[in-house]
């Protein structure tokens, strides 16, 4: 494709609550993961596909949940808890960033924002942020 190309993305993203203030008779979010497989096209500068680039995705997902509460976690109640969930769905993910053209090889080095959810019922049922650096072909 110009004046791109096509991708694959393979994403995961896990949390835990774990480093956070947590009070103790105030909600807990509980252990979450969710993984997405996309498929997508990238603008990128065709030559190089280094520089600056932007990119769309859409695939399949499945999240987590387990152990979130509503209320107090010393003492909960059955009315505090979130039922822990499993989904599997349609998945779509963006980002965007800059790649270098110095790495080892004919890899660069990519820093990047990049988003990834996944859609359930008419809405987003999870979802993930990050900052990334790593290698990029």
């Known amino acids: 494709m110009r ?9 995961w993203s896990y949390g ?7 009070i103790p008779e105030g909600p ?7 993984t997405t497989f996309l ?18 995705g859409a695939g399949l997902g499945h999240a987590t949940l387990k152990d ?11 009315e505090w808890s979130i039922p822990d969930r499993t989904l599997t769905g349609f998945a779509f993910g963006a980002g965007v960033g800059v ?5 080892p090889g004919s890899l660069g080095l990519q820093l990047a924002v ?21 290698l990029a072909y």
Do not use: C, K, W
């Open 28 to 34: 807990f979010p509980g252990e979450r993961s969710l």
């Open 39 to 56: 498929v997508g096209v990238e603008a990128v500068n065709e030559q190089t596909a280094r520089g600056f680039y932007a990119g769309l």
């Open 99 to 103: 790649r270098s053209s110095n790495g």
């Open 3 to 11: 004046p791109g190309r096509m991708t694959f993305e393979v994403a």
């Open 114 to 134: 990049r988003y990834h959810g996944l859609l359930d019922a008419g809405g987003i049922a999870a979802s993930a942020m990050a900052i990334t650096l790593g």
């Open 16 to 22: 835990d609550g774990t480093g956070t203030s947590q």
């Open 68 to 78: 979130a509460t509503l209320g107090p976690q010393d003492f909960p109640s059955p």
